[in-house]
């Protein structure tokens, strides 16, 4: 296998090809939230993490922000431009990170309602090419809970965005399992998106500015996803499904230490959090987790996540506009996989998991 990393400053088109190029990790955001975002940077206790993060998007002149905010709120010409140029039939749509989770309460509530109404216009205008997934208000479990079913049931829309910690507070609380419980019986797989750093872990990443999405949110959003496993929620919600991007944030390549640490730690009784499990960590990442490839165009992490998790489980995401790479496309194209593989990783695994109607 090449181990060599690819160029990602070209910009050839991608060619016609013989299935749907279907991503599933784009962000998009409503002017209004970027106003209730503005309103909140003002306030003197705002989330570092959330400041850095989106105050630097939405103030700075440098290409790339300029770049990802004209993007990030445009859900017609320029978008359906942008995919039509990369050769992506279809986008699944979430609201950009971190939503509304860092939000009062009330506001989160009424905002998530107005974006997933905001959302379900956008697919009504486009509905070949966009699809998308709920935005909930952690904050008020009851409330997400019943916009869940809204979501599924009103607009059509068969999945969920958690741009992970909730205000540092972890879904493997069970204080928030209302919203596993509405999940599962919505049939609605919960996308865990990264977030920007909780203000307890960031000062080590920040300083030395990895606390983005070069490094921290993927160990950040990881470790969510470990909390959310080792706290027994799939044992006591066996149907519930979840998605993670950027190649599973690399759990998959943790699996083996995670197995035999996890085990080792629950025979010592080290931790009184740390209680037994029905299965070991990765049969919970193979049997509930779909992980997509956002932001990892790389053949060889591919095929090692398609041989850990299976073929059924990976699926493949741009992370637009935030990794806007047209060539990235290509080289997922020239993956050295069967017709048949090549289509479930771009196209069969989202229309399953997405409930998208071919
Ligand atoms: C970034 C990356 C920002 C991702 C995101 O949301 C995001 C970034 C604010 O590069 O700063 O969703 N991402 O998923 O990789
Ligand atoms: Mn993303």
């Not at 990790?25 to 003197?44: G, H, K, V």
């Not at 002149?61 to 279809?90: F, K, V, W, Y």
């Not at 309460?105 to 997933?116: L, Q, W």
């Amino acid at each position: 296998m090449h181990m060599q990393l690819p160029d990602p400053a070209s910009t050839r088109r991608p060619a016609a090809v013989p299935y749907k190029r279907i991503a599933t990790e784009e962000a998009f955001a409503p002017p209004e939230m970027l106003d209730i975002y503005r309103r909140m940077f003002d306030a003197p206790d705002v989330d570092p993490g959330f400041k850095g993060l989106m105050g630097f998007y939405m103030s700075s002149p440098s290409d790339r922000a300029q770049h990802i905010m004209r993007c990030l709120t445009d859900l017609d010409a320029l978008r359906l431009q942008h995919m039509d140029e990369a050769g992506i039939a279809m986008q699944v749509l979430a609201l950009t990170s971190p939503g509304v989770q860092f939000m009062d309460t009330a506001t989160a509530v009424s905002f998530a309602r107005i974006a997933n109404d905001f959302l379900a216009d956008a697919i009504r205008r486009h509905p070949t090419r966009l699809a998308g997934m709920l935005a909930v208000a952690p904050q008020d479990p009851v409330a997400a809970a019943k916009e869940i079913e809204r979501g599924v049931t009103q607009l059509g829309i068969h999945s969920v965005i958690i741009n992970s910690h909730t205000q540092g507070e972890y879904l493997s609380d069970p204080k928030f399992w209302d919203i596993f419980a509405a999940a599962e019986a919505n049939d609605a797989p919960i996308y865990l998106h990264p977030n920007s750093l909780p203000a307890n872990m960031l000062q080590p990443f920040q300083e030395a500015g990895l606390d983005g999405a070069v490094y921290g949110f993927g160990v950040e959003t990881g470790l969510h996803a470990l909390r959310i496993i080792t706290a027994g929620v799939f044992d006591r919600f066996p149907k519930l499904r979840m998605v993670i991007g950027h190649m599973g944030e690399a759990l998959p390549f943790w699996a083996y230490r995670l197995d035999y640490m996890h085990r080792a730690t629950v025979k010592s009784q080290r931790y009184a959090s740390v209680k037994p499990i029905r299965m070991q960590p990765s049969d919970y990442l193979k049997q509930h987790f779909y992980v997509t490839n956002s932001g990892v165009a790389w053949e060889p992490a591919v095929k090692f996540t398609q041989d850990f998790m299976g073929m059924d489980r990976v699926l493949y995401a741009m992370d637009y506009p935030y990794q806007h790479a047209v060539d990235e496309v290509g080289m997922m194209d020239n993956m050295a996989l069967s017709a048949e593989d090549k289509k479930r990783f771009f196209q069969t695994n989202a229309e399953t998991l997405f409930k998208i109607k071919a």
